[in-house]
């Protein structure tokens, strides 16, 4: 396939609507027009929209098949949020927009619809206030992180380390130490949960807290969770919750509830916003009461009458993680979401996501090894062990997924886990789509031993097979997708 500047031909042009008879050219200084013009293809309309059909033709979303990315929470963006985020009235807002008082409205709404998801994630999480701007799950670990390291120093307290187990997300190790602390590891006991000895053994007055994630990236919930959290709270350290796996618990319970002082909660995971290539998301932080002076600048606040305002005087505030006010539109196709399920839907979206999760679980079993097996959360982790006796690897089976018609899992992750499938189906999906990924499951285990090649061939539908991924990020050639 060619590039779109491959394709340009001198002078084709697109549609232009002709400018409306007495509507003057727009003024625009001479300091600011070109003096050569810009480098763009040339190209007519169709040829416009028939590239860009073919390339996302090319690519595979949520939108065009089932996605059970474990951990990631790849579930579908529904339509009502996204027809929400394009209302003008919130689309056309400039951030710099006067807060005037009620009744001069102008940007009341975007404010109150701040301070209401507020709200609404206090009472979920059991926590006395967030942040709603870090602009992902790892920005509001980073944000936590520097949380954990003001408390510590207006205490006085000199603390160096914070404790994270050996299932976790990578994101972890790296937020605590771009903070500035060192990372200790803990290791997991034989059922996958924390090794609590190896907890007690690692607690010192070095220790600024520990980041978990519960339940954790085995799909496990954590049955020790309040003793962890009363051991680590005996040293003054403090409890960071990752909330990547809060689908689950939705309604259910809360992280304020299990000891937790700091929370994260991916909204592009939990509350259904679009992932997008690295972004925009949104990773709202929430802390309990004796960490609420030290949330990010500014923070939404109510006044007498109802109106809302930013509250910038904060003066033991880690200050500034993000411009303005985070990825507001993000944070508003959450705050639709949210409030399109309630209550009762919340709840159902974690029963569902967990029924979801066993139903895959139980009809894989007697195809592929579960190392932790038992009643899981929204996510199972299985093993390709068996089928690597016969040369078929976690990746073989993911990439003949992929022929099959579905994203792979993720694999090799977590890292407790030998030859790794963690798969989430969420609860946004039928029972016919995980039957039928289920089946397609169960076939590429039955071919992993009568027939192996077929599956290390894969995958044979896609535009390229297997890439050398070293040499694709080292010497990346974008122009040749032939
Ligand atoms: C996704 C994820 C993160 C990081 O969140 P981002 O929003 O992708 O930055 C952290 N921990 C776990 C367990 C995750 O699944």
Not at 92 to 97: C, E, I
Not at 458 to 467: M, N, Q, S
């Given at each position: 396939m060619k590039v779109i500047f491959e394709k340009s031909v001198p002078g084709r042009r697109g549609v232009r609507p002709a400018r409306q008879e007495g509507c003057p050219p727009p003024e625009i200084g001479p300091r600011l027009l070109r003096d050569r013009p810009a480098e763009l293809p040339e190209l007519s309309e169709l040829d416009v929209v028939r590239h860009f059909t073919e390339l996302s033709r090319r690519n595979f979303g949520v939108d065009n098949g089932f996605y059970p990315l474990g951990s990631c929470t790849m579930k579908y963006n529904p339509k009502m949020a996204e027809q929400i985020a394009g209302y003008a009235g919130f689309s056309?807002?400039?951030?710099?927009?006067p807060q005037l008082p009620r009744g001069e409205m102008l940007v009341q709404g975007a404010l109150a619809v701040l301070y209401e998801i507020d709200l609404a994630l206090r009472e979920i999480c059991g926590m006395a206030a967030f942040t709603l701007q870090p602009l992902a799950g790892a920005h509001g670990e980073l944000t936590g992180a520097m949380i954990i390291a003001a408390y510590h120093r207006d205490r006085g307290h000199r603390r160096t380390t914070i404790l994270i187990p050996d299932?976790?997300?990578?994101?972890n190790p790296a937020s605590a130490a771009i903070a500035g602390f060192e990372v200790q590891v803990i290791p997991s006991d034989s059922s996958g949960y924390m090794d609590v000895e190896a907890l007690r053994a690692a607690l010192s007055e070095r220790v600024a807290g520990l980041m978990l994630t519960n339940p954790n990236t085995l799909g496990l919930f954590d049955p020790h969770i309040r003793q962890i959290a009363d051991l680590v709270h005996s040293v003054d350290g403090l409890m960071y919750y990752d909330g990547a796996n809060l689908n689950p618990l939705l309604g259910r319970c809360r992280p304020g509830d299990m000891g937790f002082d700091i929370v994260h909660v991916n909204l592009h995971k939990t509350f259904a916003t679009p992932h997008g290539g690295g972004g925009p998301g949104a990773g709202p932080v929430g802390v309990g009461e004796k960490l609420v002076k030290y949330l990010p600048i500014s923070l939404v606040g109510e006044r007498p009458d109802g109106s809302d305002f930013l509250d910038d005087d904060r003066p033991s505030s880690i200050g500034y993680i993000a411009p303005f006010y985070g990825n507001f539109g993000i944070l508003l196709r959450a705050y639709a979401y949210l409030l399109a399920l309630g209550r009762e839907g919340l709840r159902r979206v974690a029963d569902n996501a967990t029924l979801n999760a066993n139903y895959v679980s139980e009809k894989l079993r007697p195809h592929y090894d579960l190392p932790y097996g038992g009643i899981c959360k929204h996510e199972c982790v299985f093993s390709a062990r068996r089928q690597a006796e016969h040369g078929v690897r976690a990746l073989d089976v993911a990439k003949a997924l992929i022929d099959r018609g579905f994203h792979p899992p993720t694999v090799y992750f977590p890292l407790t886990v030998p030859e790794a499938m963690m798969i989430e189906p969420t609860e946004t999906e039928s029972k016919e789509t995980l039957d039928a990924f289920i089946e397609a499951m169960i076939e590429i285990a039955r071919l992993a031993e009568t027939k192996p090649q077929e599956i290390t061939r894969?995958?044979?539908?896609?535009?390229?097979?297997?890439?050398d991924e070293a040499r694709a990020a080292r010497q990346p050639d974008l122009a040749s997708l032939k």
């Open positions: 056309s807002l400039h951030p710099l927009l299932s976790a997300h990578g994101t894969c995958p044979t539908t896609t535009v390229v097979g297997r890439l």
